[in-house]
């Protein structure tokens, strides 16, 4: 099983987390999705930093 990515907030996976969800850089509320550090970010954010969503394999 792929290691279970838990927001830096509550500790909770994606699918159970209840929190506010906002880009963690630039505060967008829009598309924003869970990453690999536990933080969440909108998708400009991610492609720029090159942020691997949660749950992605990195090799
Ligand atoms: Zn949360
Ligand atoms: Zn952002």
């Known amino acids: 099983m792929a290691e279970q ?3 830096a907030q ?3 996976p994606e ?3 209840t ?4 880009c963690c850089l630039c505060l967008s509320q829009y ?3 869970l990453c690999v550090d536990g ?3 909108c998708p400009e954010c991610r492609e720029a930093c090159e942020i691997p969503l949660a749950g992605t ?3």
Do not use: M, T
């Open 19 to 22: 929190c506010e969800r906002y």
């Open 57 to 59: 394999r990195v090799h």
């Open 5 to 7: 990515v838990l927001c």
């Open 39 to 41: 933080q969440y970010y």
């Open 31 to 33: 598309g924003i999705r």
């Open 15 to 17: 699918y159970a987390c």
């Open 10 to 12: 509550c500790d909770q």
